[in-house]
C-alpha cells in the first residue's frame, strides 16, 4: 500500500501557516462531520501551542477519527502530519543498526501497521499518537532486520530489547515460602530416614550386615561376600531382597497400608513350560536358604 504520493507536506512547522493547514481541514468534512472538523479548527487557532504540540494533538485527533470511522481523508491527513517526522525516526534506527534497508520501504510498512491496526489506539493522552507511532516503527524496524535473515550476528541495542525488562524482585512473602518449603522438605526427608530405619531393623542380621559393608562401610561386593562367606552372585541376591523389603515395606506404609501386609499376587497370563517353573523354584529355594527364612 502507498499512501502520501504527490500530496502536500502539511508538517507542522514554523513555515507552514495555520491558514494553509485550516483549509485542509475543511475537506474532512464529509468524513468526520462539521462538529469534529470546528474542534480540530480551534485545535489550530489556539493561541500559545508549539508547533510540535499542535502536530500531537491534531494527529492524536485524526487517528481517533480514523479508528472509529476508518475514513481515507483522515488516514491521508495523518500521513501528511507525520511521514517526514517518522521517517527521521525510522532513518535513526536504521543507522544504529548499519541496515542497507530503504528507509522510505519501512515507512510505508509503519503506515500499514498503523492503518491495520486502528484498535489498539488509545487516545487517552493528547501525545498517544506520537508514542503510538514510536512504538509501532521500532517493531517494525525489528521485523525488518530479522526479515534479512543474515548469515552473520547483528547486535541490537539494549533499549530496543523490551518495553518491560523481567523484574526478580524477592519481597517477604517469596522469602517465607521459600523457608516454608526448606522446612518441609527438611521434615519428609527425616520421615523417609525414620521409616527406612524401622524397616531395616526388621531385616534379618545378615541382610543388615550386607546392606552396612556396601551402603556404608563403602565395601566392594566382593569384600562383603568373602566377609560373609558366600559367594558373590549369592551376596548380590540378598541385598538387592533386602533392599526390595524396604522398599515394599515403606511403600505400603504411604499407601495406607501396614507394612507387614502382603499384595495379592498377578494371575500369569501365559503358562510356563515344566522346564521354566523347576528352574524357578530351585532358584527361590536357593534364595530362601541365602536368607534364613521360609516363606508359602
Keep these: 500500500m502507498t499512501v502520501g504520493t504527490g500530496t502536500r507536506d502539511l508538517e507542522v512547522v514554523g513555515t507552514i501557516g495555520r491558514a494553509q493547514l485550516s483549509e485542509r481541514l475543511v475537506e474532512l ?3 468526520i462531520g462539521r462538529d469534529a472538523r470546528n474542534a480540530l479548527l480551534e485545535l489550530v487557532n489556539e493561541e500559545g ?7 500531537d494533538a491534531l494527529s ?4 481517533e477519527h480514523f479508528r472509529l470511522i476508518q475514513g481515507r481523508a483522515c488516514f491521508g491527513m495523518l500521513y501528511e502530519l507525520n511521514q517526514r517526522h517518522l521517517l527521521i525516526q525510522v532513518q535513526g534506527r536504521l ?3 548499519h541496515a542497507r534497508i530503504d528507509p522510505n ?3 510505508q510498512e509503519v503506515f500499514f501497521n498503523v492503518y491495520r491496526y486502528p484498535h489498539r489506539f488509545n487516545c487517552e493522552r493528547e501525545d498517544a499518537f506520537r508514542v503510538w507511532s514510536a512504538t509501532i516503527v521500532r517493531n517494525t524496524v525489528l521485523k525488518c532486520l530479522r526479515s534479512l535473515k543474515r548469515g552473520g550476528r547483528s547486535e541490537i541495542p539494549f533499549e530496543d530489547l523490551t518495553e518491560q525488562p523481567e523484574v526478580r524482585s524477592h519481597g517477604p512473602l517469596v522469602g517465607a515460602l521459600e523457608k516454608e518449603s526448606s522446612v518441609e522438605c527438611q521434615r519428609v526427608y527425616l520421615t523417609y530416614l525414620q521409616f527406612y530405619l524401622r524397616f531395616y531393623s526388621m531385616l534379618s542380621e545378615r541382610e543388615r550386615y550386607a546392606i552396612q559393608m556396601v551402603e556404608v562401610d563403602d565395601r566392594t561386593y566382593r569384600e562383603a561376600a568373602a566377609e560373609l562367606g558366600i559367594k ?6 540378598v541385598i538387592f531382597r533386602a533392599r526390595r523389603k524396604i522398599h515394599r515395606s515403606m511403600s505400603r506404609v504411604f499407601d495406607g ?35 534364613g527364612e521360609v516363606q508359602p
Design 29 to 31: 468534512d464529509s468524513e
Design 49 to 55: 501551542r508549539d508547533a510540535e504540540g499542535l502536530r
Design 60 to 63: 492524536t485527533r485524526l487517528m
Design 95 to 97: 543507522r544504529r543498526f
Design 105 to 107: 520501504d519501512v515507512l
Design 232 to 237: 558373590l552372585e549369592n551376596l548380590k541376591m
Design 257 to 291: 497400608l501396614p507394612p507387614d501386609f502382603r499384595p495379592a499376587r498377578a494371575p500369569k497370563a501365559v503358562a510356563e513350560d515344566p522346564a521354566s517353573r523347576g528352574h524357578k523354584a530351585q532358584t527361590h529355594g536357593l534364595t530362601r536358604a541365602f536368607d
